[in-house]
């Protein structure tokens, strides 16, 4: 156990399947036993999204609990912080502290990949000199893309968000044709006029980025049920368990919340210690928690029923400035029908928390954020779309804008409000 800020603070780290991660000298980080000796009545456990490592995924950590420490007041020392550290990835072209305007060698890219698929190193190589030399063969490409589609390995866990699968089936030139539009670095003439395939290899590498994070999110949703769930559900002390607030940003937003499913079954409504969820950008499906799936009304979403293991408020921040989730998420996904539908029916087909909230019947309730010190309403058991726009705003990369922009004191407001710990 450490401290940020005067708030305990505790690291739990996991596999990519949801077993703790003990090889390294991590695991469950002392949490259990430090619950179990008391004096913790509020947890807060927040997750990272992609990220390139688990040194940003601490900065992150240390930056949002730093905030949180500073408004929590006389609570402070009931309190406790915890971070959760996954195998995810970030591509370096994506990184807003290191992107340039020059994309990586496919060399590059996928050495920076290989920490978050172990085992397929191989694969990882011979694509990275596909990208590189560029042949002008289509057999090559075939082979790049099976070896793309090969580091998916991870099932989805929701029907609504499972659009970029499409990549996954579709034949090559189609899914490289797809992706290259979506390319934030195109190929310039001279290439093209060098290797008339240039274009195919950007759809190739936006292939790559695609199925690359595809995997992530499935992951992220797999770590949530199968093993933050479970580590939550069994912490308790002299008292009982804790009061749990969950806060996830990004892919992290899906795990936190797949972590409601992974809860024992009985743990719902007052008898359930989650007390609070709030989704900072979220990079998976509006649809998720929909009892009827708004373009499906005979399905629902994958966690249906399950705001009902958070006794109190549900927040989802949404920005129209996240590139990602706002553009390139829903782009990802509209290989899958894009024969039959419109581009507006598309973008909302496959839209993500992070550019509007929760997308359910009955509506939720819509909130601007509000500057620390500025009262909110939450109500227990309540959906609420938290309109960020004024805060999260900074365009940090051409690839994400403003999706990372969320080190900011009134996005922890929120939280602390949602707790019902606001002084």
Not at 57 to 74: E, I, N, P, S
Not at 220 to 240: D, E, R, Y
Not at 314 to 326: C, M
Request: glycine share 14%; net charge negative; hydrophobic share 40%.
């Amino acid at each position: 156990m450490t401290d940020i800020n005067g708030l305990a603070y505790y690291e739990v780290d996991f596999n990519a399947d949801g077993t703790l991660d003990t090889a390294t000298g991590g695991g469950d980080g002392g949490l259990p036993a430090a619950v179990a000796a008391g004096g913790i009545t509020d947890l807060f456990v927040l997750s990272h999204g992609w990220n390139n490592g688990v040194n940003s995924a601490r900065d992150l950590y240390q930056a949002m609990f730093g905030l949180l420490a500073d408004q929590l007041g006389a609570h402070l020392s009931s309190c406790a912080a915890v971070g959760i550290i996954w195998p995810s990835l970030l591509f370096p072209d994506d990184d807003p502290a290191t992107a340039t305007p020059v994309p990586s060698t496919g060399a590059q890219l996928t050495a920076a990949l290989s920490p978050a698929f172990p085992g397929q190193q191989q694969q990882l190589a011979t694509m990275g000199r596909l990208l590189d030399q560029q042949p002008q063969d289509p057999a090559k490409l075939t082979e790049f893309h099976r070896l793309a589609a090969g580091l998916v390995t991870t099932p989805p866990l929701g029907v609504e968000d499972t659009g970029e699968a499409a990549l996954l089936t579709a034949d090559t030139a189609t899914a490289f044709g797809h992706a290259a539009a979506m390319a934030p670095h195109v190929a310039t003439g001279a290439q093209g006029i060098g290797n008339p395939f240039a274009g195919l290899w950007s759809g190739g590498r936006e292939v790559l980025r695609t199925l690359s994070y595809y995997e992530m999110k499935n992951r992220a949703g797999v770590v949530g049920q199968n093993g933050l769930g479970p580590l939550l559900g069994g912490l308790t002390g002299p008292s009982g368990a804790p009061r749990i607030h969950l806060m996830g940003h990004s892919f992290g937003a899906r795990l936190v919340s797949y972590s409601l499913a992974g809860l024992p079954g009985n743990r719902t409504g007052a008898a359930s210690p989650v007390k609070s969820l709030t989704l900072i950008q979220g990079a998976f499906s509006h649809f998720t928690f929909a009892s009827s799936l708004l373009f499906d009304p005979s399905r629902p979403g994958g966690l249906a029923g399950d705001g009902s293991r958070v006794d109190g408020p549900l927040l989802a921040t949404f920005s129209s400035a996240d590139r990602a989730v706002g553009w390139w998420y829903p782009m990802a996904s509209m290989l899958a029908g894009q024969d039959s539908e419109s581009a507006a029916d598309l973008m909302f087909r496959w839209g993500a928390m992070g550019h509007d909230g929760y997308q359910q019947t009955p509506t939720p309730t819509g909130v601007v954020m509000q500057q620390q010190g500025k009262p909110y309403d939450f109500g227990p058991g309540c959906f609420y779309d938290l309109d960020a726009n004024a805060v999260i705003c900074a365009n940090q990369s051409t690839f994400s804008g403003a999706h990372s922009d969320i080190r900011h004191p009134e996005v922890l407001w929120a939280v602390v409000c949602a707790a019902g710990l606001a002084a």
